[in-house]
């Protein structure tokens, strides 16, 4: 049986266009645009609910209120601030290499939304089901990598280029540990497609690989750590560090080019949770409520859990960071993936 994707549940647009004479291939082509159209306002309306809810938490981790003026709860305060970014002035160097200096943003903006083709938000809700779907995601995920580094070379600025060399220096090295203890997932699920791994943790919570895998708990928090250094997040935004860089990669741009970096980090935050309920929660996974309901509510807990460790721990020195990543997180990663490669070989479950 064909399995069901998210662009058959749009069949009446179809069937629209087909009635106004439209043919292949521009059928496909306006069929997908109208998919893309639809997932960047999905994501938009995350990212912004994403930054009040982050501003909410850290005001009450820090005993405040927070937003609390414009709207219930200071709610549409973050859509005013992102109107403003879109009208204020693009104000640009002068000896900027124009051509980098452009596209950055543009790169992070478009890796940052290319991941959700393969993420599947419930039983069906998936734009293409690609059987090297998790190999998909780790391989579009990387041009943020180049992304940030053009943003600091094109800037003409030895701080912005200072964040961007960090900034690749630290990807590559949590890339190592987060592919290692997302290879212990795909070992016992015997599969890439983000599908299939869901599937295969259907049933009882204690299916989910979280709890099934050999030192499944270990894989998960070896994971949560490299992602969470692949989002720049605290401890681990050090090509962010203001106190060094002052802004870091994205200290010349303004207006929409920030935004767009800035959006991009709250969607990366999103995807690297996503990720995380998929290989480790069972995904879509649940009983009585929707699949769509169950995925974004496991999502938004692992978010939060991002948000709370942003606003609990300090900040590494570089040195410290490059040293845990090579030290400590790499050989427990491998060595995870070593243990749980032996007891699938060995047919051990739990």
Same mark, same amino acid.
């Given at each position: 049986?064909?399995?069901?994707?998210?662009?058959?549940?749009?069949?009446?647009?179809?069937?629209?266009?087909?009635?106004?004479?439209?043919?292949?291939?521009?059928?496909?082509?306006?069929?997908?645009?109208?998919?893309?159209?639809?997932?960047?306002?999905?994501?938009?309306?995350?990212?912004?609910?994403?930054?009040?809810?982050?501003?909410?938490?850290?005001?009450?981790?820090?005993?405040?209120?927070?937003?609390?003026?414009?709207?219930?709860?200071?709610?549409?305060?973050?859509?005013?601030?992102?109107?403003?970014?879109?009208?204020?002035?693009?104000?640009?160097?002068?000896?900027?290499?124009?051509?980098?200096?452009?596209w950055a943003p543009v790169i992070c903006f478009?890796?940052?939304?290319?991941?959700?083709?393969?993420?599947? &938000?419930?039983?069906?809700?998936?734009?293409?089901?690609? /059987?090297?779907?998790?190999?998909?995601?780790? +391989? #579009? !995920?990387? @041009?943020?990598?180049?992304?940030?580094?053009?943003?600091?070379?094109?800037?003409?600025?030895?701080?912005?280029?200072?964040?961007?060399?960090?900034?690749?220096?630290?990807?590559?090295?949590?890339?190592?540990?987060?592919?290692?203890?997302?290879?212990?997932?795909?070992?016992?699920?015997?599969?890439?497609?983000?599908?299939?791994?869901?599937?295969?943790?259907?049933?009882?919570?204690?299916?989910?690989?979280?709890f099934k895998l050999p030192f499944g708990p270990?894989?998960?928090?070896?994971?949560?750590?490299?992602?969470?250094?692949?989002?720049?997040?605290?401890?681990?935004?050090?090509?962010?560090?203001?106190?060094?860089?002052?802004?870091?990669?994205?200290?010349?741009?303004?207006?929409?080019? &920030?935004?767009?970096?800035?959006?991009?980090?709250?969607? /990366?935050?999103?995807?690297?949770?996503?990720? +995380? #309920? !998929?290989? @480790?929660?069972?995904?879509?996974?649940?009983?009585?409520?929707?699949?769509?309901?169950?995925?974004?509510?496991?999502?938004?807990?692992?978010?939060?859990?991002?948000?709370?460790?942003?606003?609990?721990?300090?900040?590494?020195?570089?040195?410290?960071?490059?040293?845990?990543?090579?030290?400590?997180?790499?050989?427990?990663?491998?060595?995870?993936?070593?243990?749980?490669?032996a007891f699938k070989y060995l047919g051990w479950?739990?």
């Amino acid at each position: 049986m064909e399995r069901l994707e998210l662009k058959h549940i749009f069949s009446w647009l179809h069937d629209l266009l087909v009635s106004t004479g439209l043919g292949e291939p521009w059928l496909s082509v306006v069929t997908y645009l109208m998919l893309g159209a639809m997932m960047f306002g999905a994501l938009s309306v995350i990212a912004l609910f994403l930054v009040w809810w982050e501003r909410k938490i850290s005001a009450h981790v820090q005993q405040r209120f927070g937003p609390m003026r414009n709207g219930w709860h200071g709610w549409y305060q973050t859509i005013m601030d992102a109107i403003k970014l879109l009208q204020k002035e693009d104000v640009r160097v002068t000896n900027r290499d124009k051509f980098v200096f452009f596209w950055a943003p543009v790169i992070c903006f478009v890796a940052a939304f290319l991941a959700y083709i393969v993420i599947p &938000f419930g039983d069906g809700l998936i734009v293409a089901d690609f /059987n090297i779907g998790i190999l998909y995601i780790m +391989a #579009v !995920t990387t @041009f943020t990598i180049i992304s940030l580094l053009m943003a600091g070379w094109g800037s003409n600025n030895k701080y912005a280029l200072l964040g961007g060399m960090r900034s690749a220096a630290q990807m590559v090295s949590y890339e190592i540990p987060m592919v290692a203890s997302i290879l212990v997932v795909i070992v016992y699920s015997g599969s890439l497609s983000m599908v299939d791994i869901v599937e295969s943790q259907s049933g009882m919570i204690f299916n989910w690989f979280i709890f099934k895998l050999p030192f499944g708990p270990i894989a998960f928090i070896t994971y949560i750590i490299a992602a969470t250094a692949e989002a720049n997040r605290v401890p681990f935004d050090l090509p962010e560090a203001e106190h060094e860089l002052v802004a870091g990669f994205n200290i010349e741009y303004s207006g929409m080019k &920030f935004a767009m970096f800035f959006l991009a980090e709250f969607v /990366n935050m999103f995807t690297v949770s996503a990720i +995380a #309920v !998929t290989l @480790f929660f069972g995904g879509w996974n649940g009983w009585l409520l929707p699949s769509w309901l169950w995925f974004l509510g496991k999502t938004l807990l692992v978010v939060l859990l991002l948000m709370l460790f942003r606003w609990s721990y300090p900040r590494l020195r570089v040195d410290q960071l490059m040293e845990f990543a090579w030290k400590f997180l790499v050989p427990l990663t491998f060595a995870n993936l070593l243990v749980g490669a032996a007891f699938k070989y060995l047919g051990w479950y739990w």
